[in-house]
């Protein structure tokens, strides 16, 4: 009674619940990536597009080192 097609199914169970499992922790993670990163570059939620505009302007070559690190040190 217990043989037949449903023995080929029995890992499927198992199987999802690992990879629930795996999806569920890959979200945390990224999730608390998220909250570290916007606590390293600065306490305000502006100070980091901010600065990523100031360094974008500073790559082009718009503003000069000392431009640069004047602002920056203005920064937040």
């Known amino acids: 009674m217990m043989g037949?097609?449903?023995m080929g199914w029995m890992w499927v169970?198992?199987?999802l619940i690992v990879a629930g499992l795996?999806?569920?922790g890959y979200v945390a993670a990224r999730?608390?990536?998220g909250g570290q990163r916007a606590s390293q570059t600065g306490s305000e939620p502006g100070s980091w597009s901010a600065r990523r505009i100031l360094d974008e302007r500073y790559a082009r070559g718009e503003i000069d080192d000392e431009n640069y690190q004047r602002r920056r040190d203005l920064l937040p």
């Open 13 to 15: 169970w198992p199987a």
């Open 4 to 6: 037949g097609w449903a």
């Open 22 to 24: 795996l999806i569920l």
């Open 31 to 33: 999730w608390m990536q």
